[in-house]
């Protein structure tokens, strides 16, 4: 059977969770405002507007539309810097092996991330042949725990939503998932992503006989 596997990117497939990381404590000490790793937690699989508003949220801060577009382009800046200078030994441990398998298998392969700068990782890391589908942050209007990303993957799969599989490591996407009606498959700590159907430490731990199952399970 047909299913489709559809690949959150950051802190998935690559660990650009930490460069984003970076790239908004940076912006909020800029401003005066604290963020701890609990805070960011939050902001993973989040929309980059989205991402700004809610840290402005947390340090009760107002500012212009314009200080507002201003620092977004900042953020992406430095985060672009980091991403230049991404390879392919920035994969995350046993995901080449897993996406290896489903095209041996042949599954249907999407990417569904929020990220604008998604295709440019892709490329950089040498895995854009992989998919057969890529929806990003330039084709989605409505930001996760929305469903719309995994949805429209689904469709541009041509694959029902119940067919699909996402693979996940932020709680805004876990819930994305589920509100597609899709098995959610949570990549880090199980006390965070504790809504997804299965949870896993990272792909290494993803073997053959479960990919077999998710494959021929009937939802
Ligand atoms: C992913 C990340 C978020 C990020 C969002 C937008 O979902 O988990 O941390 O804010 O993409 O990324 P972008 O590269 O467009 O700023
Ligand atoms: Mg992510």
Redesign the pocket.
């Known amino acids: 059977m047909k299913k489709g596997f559809i690949f959150?990117?950051?802190?998935v497939i690559v660990d650009?969770?930490k460069y984003?990381?970076l790239a908004?404590q940076n912006l909020a000490s800029s401003l005066g405002i604290s963020f701890s790793e609990e805070q960011?937690e939050q902001?993973?699989?989040?929309?980059?507007v989205?991402?700004l508003e809610k840290i402005l949220e947390w340090g009760n801060t107002s500012i212009s539309q314009e200080e507002f577009n201003r620092l977004?382009t900042e953020?992406?800046e430095e985060?672009l810097v980091y991403?230049s200078k991404m390879d392919a030994t920035e994969i995350l441990q046993g995901v080449p092996e897993v996406l290896n398998y489903l095209k041996l298998k042949e599954q249907g392969i999407a990417l569904g991330?929020?990220?604008?700068?998604?295709r440019i990782?892709l490329e950089k890391v040498h895995l854009q042949n992989m998919f057969d589908v890529i929806v990003?942050?330039t084709n989605v209007s409505k930001?996760?725990p929305d469903p719309e990303v995994f949805v429209n993957g689904a469709q541009e799969l041509n694959i029902s939503p119940k067919d699909c599989i996402v693979f996940e490591?932020?709680v805004?996407?876990i819930q994305a998932a589920n509100a597609a009606d899709m098995i959610s498959i949570g990549i880090g700590d199980a006390t965070i992503l504790h809504e997804a159907d299965y949870i896993f430490n990272d792909f290494t731990e993803i073997k053959e006989e479960f990919i077999n199952q998710l494959i021929t399970t009937i939802k």
Do not use: E
Request: charged share 25%.
């Open positions: 959150d990117l950051d802190g650009t969770a984003h990381f908004w960011n902001l993973k699989g989040v929309s980059r989205r991402s977004m953020k992406n985060y991403i991330s929020a990220s604008k700068n998604a990782i990003d942050g930001a996760k490591d932020s805004a996407g």
